[in-house]
DNA sequence: GCAAAAGTGTTCTTCGTACACCCATGA
DNA sequence: TCATGGGTGTACGAAGAACACTTTTGC
């Protein structure tokens, strides 16, 4: 079966440059190409477009097809059109990029193997992709500024310094701790996520007697917003006692006892997820920078 | 003559959104369609990508054609593919747009007659060009944050309310006169244009004479900065002789005079050109950004 | 002569940035 | 116990934003 027309027509393909954050440093997956030409090199996931899609459809599937990734948000780049960058024939490829976090792993359906790498640890590349990958990389520099577009390489929960160095890698600049945070916070478009504890792991026995009765089950935070004789009715915990996450009180019984829940261990620092509704806020109006 | 392929090929064309500023508002380029489809509809200059030129290349070709412009900066939009976007077949096209001097006029090689459209007045459009204008319009708002773009809209020589003018033009908004020009000035990238005077207009006579003799030409702004005695030694012009653009006292005749010569007519106030220079050091640094 | 635009500075507020110590966690 | 990272506030300087009156120009 063949195909003809009355002038010459390119081929049409397109390229993905996905984006992944480990926590650490940006990342950027590759596939190895098992065929000539560039046989053995490394490349961006993409193919060829058929004639009933769109080139993000195509991207699409490309993606799906060759990683397992089911990325719905693909950010195009625009089309790269040098005449000889693929020896086979002319082919004009539209480049995307995507963000996603790493976890969403890549299977590879073996036929082609994907690999993540450190971006600073990339190798050679096949066609023109290196030039797509500089273009990408300015690209996301471009776009960070004028939306939170990081939180798709994070997951529904992070931590400040998660993002912090989300932002450092993409930025390639170093943050001050502080200000980060408070920029960031400012900013309202995140907010704390609910955390998880233990059950609660100690009891402590209070040597203070009360004479009021009151119970009382809150976070520390709480705690301190309202004076002490508020939420305990005149007896004070100790500061070991109240720098606990969770605690519950009850001060009615005999032998008073505060119940405190750690949290749980192998996470650490405070998460926070984003909220939506600001996101789509500032992403409506366009008015909106991340500027450091 | 024919071109056969083994798998369907799309067709890739090029479109140019053009915009230019008349001084007061943002404009845009159409031409008429003289064949079907959409004929009599107006539509974006562009045309079918040849095999040995890229989409710039392409681009470029078609707007000399089409419109005798010879544009050099060309900025791509990213391509738009969607599958019924042309009716005759399956047509990807790679827009760009580009910012010119309306007064770089428009032959119209008369096949394609080409018309300037003000940015709220353009017509309906063929294809699915309203989409790409709407594109365009979108990405020049954001270039414009990163790079004096604006100036490539402007002639060699411009006052400050026009270059205003054309960024409330770009952005949709109004700035306080006072605070755009500070802003602008403090880039740096600004410097005052050589104006042209007329020939002296009128000769005062000095009333005060001055022992010392000494003569001077220069502008009003330089004598402010220097003080009356290092100009005139000792001898004060009155302030009326002060306001004019240019001066010119010679000081050391029996009656010494001033001669000034005032701003041509048909100008209205200080015209700037923009330093190359400093203009060349941001667009490398990327570090810079218009804010408002 | 009259209306429209140009020229000009200051104040207040907001935002950016620099900076240090203590405590909790995990190895 | 030791090293690493998390949590927290303040003070200074720079930049943004608001604001009015006089002169010049063009009609």
Same mark, same amino acid.
């Given at each position: +079966?063949?195909y003809?027309?009355p002038?010459?027509?390119?081929?049409?393909?397109?390229?993905c440059v996905v984006?992944?954050f480990?926590g650490?440093?940006?990342?950027?997956?590759l596939?190895?190409?098992?065929?000539?030409p560039?046989?053995?090199?490394w490349a961006f996931p993409?193919?060829? +477009?058929? +004639?009933?899609?769109?080139?993000e459809e195509?991207a699409?599937?490309e993606?799906q097809?060759e990683?397992s990734?089911?990325?719905q948000?693909l950010k195009?780049?625009g089309?790269?059109?040098?005449?000889?960058r693929d020896?086979?024939e002319r082919?004009?490829?539209?480049?995307?990029y995507?963000?996603?976090?790493p976890?969403?792993?890549?299977?590879?359906?073996d036929?082609s193997?994907a690999e993540?790498?450190?971006?600073e640890e990339?190798p050679?590349l096949a066609?023109?992709?290196?030039?797509?990958l500089?273009?990408?990389?300015q690209?996301l520099?471009?776009d960070?500024?004028?939306e939170?577009?990081?939180?798709?390489l994070l997951g529904?929960?992070?931590?400040?310094?998660?993002l912090?160095?989300?932002?450092e890698?993409?930025l390639?600049?170093r943050?001050?701790?502080r200000?980060f945070e408070?920029?960031?916070?400012?900013?309202g478009?995140?907010?704390?996520?609910?955390?998880?504890?233990d059950?609660i792991?100690?009891?402590?026995?209070?040597?203070?007697q009360?004479?009021?009765?009151?119970?009382f089950f809150g976070?520390?935070k709480e705690?301190?917003t309202?004076?002490?004789?508020?939420?305990f009715?005149?007896?004070?915990?100790?500061?070991?006692?109240m720098?606990?996450?969770d605690?519950?009180?009850?001060?009615?019984?005999e032998s008073?006892?505060i119940e405190?829940a750690?949290r749980?261990p192998g996470?650490k620092?405070?998460?926070y997820?984003?909220?939506?509704?600001?996101?789509?806020?500032?992403?409506k109006?366009?008015?909106?920078r991340?500027?450091?």
């Open positions: +079966m063949s003809t027309y002038y010459p027509h390119p081929a049409v393909a397109t390229d984006f992944g480990d650490k440093g940006l990342q950027v997956l596939i190895r190409r098992g065929v000539e560039y046989k053995g090199l993409g193919g060829f +477009m058929r +004639m009933d899609e769109t080139a195509c699409k599937r993606l097809e990683t990734l089911n990325i948000m195009q780049l089309a790269f059109s040098g005449v000889h020896p086979r082919v004009v490829s539209v480049a995307f995507a963000l996603v976090q976890s969403e792993v890549v299977g590879g359906d036929a193997h993540w790498f450190a971006i990339v050679q066609f023109d992709h290196d030039f797509i500089r273009k990408a990389m690209q520099r471009k960070i500024y004028f939170p577009i990081g939180f798709e529904s929960a992070f931590t400040m310094s998660e912090q160095r989300l932002y890698a993409i390639g600049v943050f001050d701790r200000n408070k920029k960031m916070l400012q900013t478009i995140l907010q704390l996520a609910e955390e998880e504890y059950d792991a100690d009891v402590f026995t209070c040597f203070e009360s004479d009021e009765t009151n119970s976070k520390t705690m301190r309202k004076s002490i004789d508020e939420l009715g005149g007896f004070k915990p100790s500061d070991s006692e720098k606990f996450s605690i519950n009180c009850s001060l009615n019984s008073p006892t405190t750690k749980k996470r620092g405070r998460k997820s984003f909220n939506k509704d600001e996101y789509d806020r500032f992403k109006n366009n008015n909106f991340f500027e450091f």
